[in-house]
């Protein structure tokens, strides 16, 4: 049998720094947490966001090239750094990663989802890190993701993930005095505190955030938004130290329940 599932999700915002690179630091300490994990035998998975910041550092577009374009142009440019920073920081603690590029297409039908369960299954057999992020660079704009945050929610239901985990960068979600509200059971304990405002460079907000947690809850994953710059956050979370915010898994029903899913 498998070992425990671990998805972890990670904003663009988590792994750039405020010049807008990569932050070779984090993206380390992250790989460290993993690698601890491991050793725990959980199997870990991470969906992460940076190409299209990291392509911003690294190319200017041409200026006559449409929106669409800019973002293939960027995210082409910048998965090669993202995926080549994870693969250097992994290597260093012995660890193989593997690259996921996925789009909604593969979440469609019966066919594609099994295929890219089969995908992931393989990938965790061979003792491997699935790095996921959206294939940006062909997604059709209309048919995209709504952010990671939602593919994240998507893997970690298609892999009974024992837990998500969104790594973020503010500390959970906050009540209208700004509290972190520790629990979350149902949309009503967050949804009058929450705006569908965005953050500087993800496409996700933490409305965006809260559903997808919710919704995998539901599906029996226990699941947190936690500030990733914090030290060990993940560890931490994991230790069961009471950091973010937490949506209280529901009772499992993944089978049953799969088809609704993926209608909705
Ligand atoms: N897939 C996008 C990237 O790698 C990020 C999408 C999001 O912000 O959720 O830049």
Do not use: W
């Amino acid at each position: 049998m498998l070992n425990k599932i671990i998805v972890i999700k990670i904003g663009t915002n988590v792994i750039t720094n405020d010049k807008c690179l990569l932050d070779e630091l984090v993206i380390s300490k992250l790989a460290a947490q993993v690698a601890v994990l491991k050793k725990h035998a959980y199997a870990v998975i991470l969906v992460t966001s940076g190409a299209v910041g990291a392509g911003r550092s690294l190319v200017k577009p041409n200026v006559k090239l449409s929106k669409v374009e800019t973002r293939q142009v960027l995210a082409a440019v910048g998965q090669i750094k993202l995926a080549n920073t994870y693969l250097s920081r992994f290597h260093r603690l012995g660890i193989s990663c593997a690259q996921v590029l996925t789009c909604k297409e593969d979440f469609r039908d019966k066919q594609h989802y099994l295929n890219m369960k089969g995908c992931l299954s393989a990938l965790l057999k061979s003792d491997l890190v699935p790095i996921v992020n959206e294939n940006d660079v062909v997604a059709v704009e209309e048919l995209m993701f709504t952010d990671n945050d939602e593919l994240a929610g998507l893997v970690a239901v298609m892999v009974k993930a024992d837990r998500l985990i969104i790594l973020t960068t503010v500390d959970g979600v906050k009540d209208d005095r700004g509290r972190i509200i520790a629990v979350i059971k149902k949309r009503s304990d967050y949804q009058r505190f929450v705006t569908s405002e965005k953050s500087s460079f993800g496409r996700g907000g933490m409305s965006a955030k809260c559903a997808t947690a919710l919704r995998s809850a539901k599906f029996g994953t226990k699941t947190h938004i936690i500030n990733g710059k914090i030290s060990n956050g993940i560890l931490k979370v994991m230790a069961g130290e009471k950091i973010g915010t937490t949506f209280a898994p529901l009772k499992k029903k993944y089978e049953k329940n799969y088809r609704h899913y993926r209608r909705r």
